[in-house]
């Protein structure tokens, strides 16, 4: 079982950054790759960002490529979103999930934290 904590979203304006945290329980976090979700009203879930257990593999969704970065302390059982040049449609709800190493499933999900980017 992993549980997953999200903080750090609230409102900025448009060019703003934000770092999201996601604190995960349990010792094994570095068995999971870990992905940044978000969803707007009305928009499917997107998954904006997924990084490997080890740090060492990297995605990101073309709408926020060059803007966010997402990193791990495995030491700190914690994922980070660094969001930069932010622009209102990326205001949403993010979460962040614990996928066990790594199979495309991801099981266990925080309680989400919104961001607003106004313009």
């Known amino acids: 079982q992993v549980q997953l904590v999200e903080s750090g979203g609230g409102l900025v304006q448009a060019g703003g950054s934000l770092r999201l945290s996601c604190a995960a329980s349990?010792?094994?976090?570095?068995?999971?790759?870990m992905g940044w979700f978000r969803q707007a009203p009305g928009k499917e879930r997107e998954n904006v960002a997924k990084i490997g257990g080890s740090g060492g593999f990297t995605y990101y969704a073309k709408s926020v490529k060059g803007r966010f970065t997402i990193s791990r302390d495995n030491a700190k059982n914690t994922v980070y979103l660094q969001m930069n040049t932010l622009k209102p449609e990326d205001t949403a709800v993010y979460y962040c999930?614990?996928?066990?190493?790594?199979?495309?499933?991801?099981?266990?999900w925080g309680q989400g934290t919104q961001v607003t980017v106004s313009s």
């Open positions: 349990g010792r094994t976090f570095s068995s999971y790759s």
């Open positions: 999930a614990a996928d066990y190493l790594g199979q495309g499933r991801y099981d266990y």
